[in-house]
């Protein structure tokens, strides 16, 4: 019968000590932390030295450029990009160039937003595959509902929409709330 060899199992002498390098900042050895936001990597000689970084890069990927696309802003090239929500398109010349696109189809309303009134509101759906409605000028109007907008004023308040609520129609404003039977 053989003898096990206790000094495999020292806690002193971790078999990843090493895997994530020395610390930049004092040369201890980086070790996987949690905090309340998940994992990340931390020096082990903290809290001496606060050095940290994350555990997942959170860095864009070009996955592949796309020829005869121009970005609006700045006139570079347009490529897909896999970055830390997914997919999308973004421009090439990231980052002074801050232009991005969903690779999700967005479907007009004809409705006019009624915060900013000089975008649309456009359906859109969220990463969860939820469907809601925005401003086309977001991230300058940040106007959003997540009932299908009308085309009507509240009766009430005069708000600029009404939202679809399959057999009435109401206002989006918290402090109205307003109820309209539909037109027929």
């Not at 006139?75 to 991005?100: E, M, Q, W």
């Amino acid at each position: 019968m053989s003898k096990i060899n206790h000094a495999l199992f020292d806690a002193s002498s971790h078999a990843l000590a090493d895997a994530f390098g020395p610390c930049p900042k004092c040369g201890a050895n980086t070790i996987v932390k949690r905090g309340k936001t998940g994992a990340f990597i931390g020096c082990s000689s903290y809290p001496e030295c606060h050095y940290t970084k994350p555990l997942h890069d959170s860095e864009t990927q070009t996955i592949k450029e796309i020829d005869g696309s121009v970005c609006p802003e700045c006139s570079s090239l347009l490529a897909v990009k896999k970055g830390r929500y997914g997919l999308f398109i973004g421009c090439t010349n990231a980052p002074d160039c801050h232009h991005i696109e969903s690779l999700k189809p967005q479907h007009k309303t004809e409705v006019s937003c009624p915060k900013c009134r000089q975008g649309s509101l456009v359906q859109r759906t969220n990463r969860f595959g939820k469907t809601f409605y925005s401003c086309n000028r977001y991230p300058k109007c940040k106007y959003v509902v997540n009932h299908p907008p009308i085309a009507t004023r509240c009766e009430q308040c005069g708000w600029g929409i009404m939202l679809d609520m399959n057999d009435e129609y109401l206002c989006p404003q918290p402090k109205c709330q307003h109820k309209q039977a539909k037109s027929s």
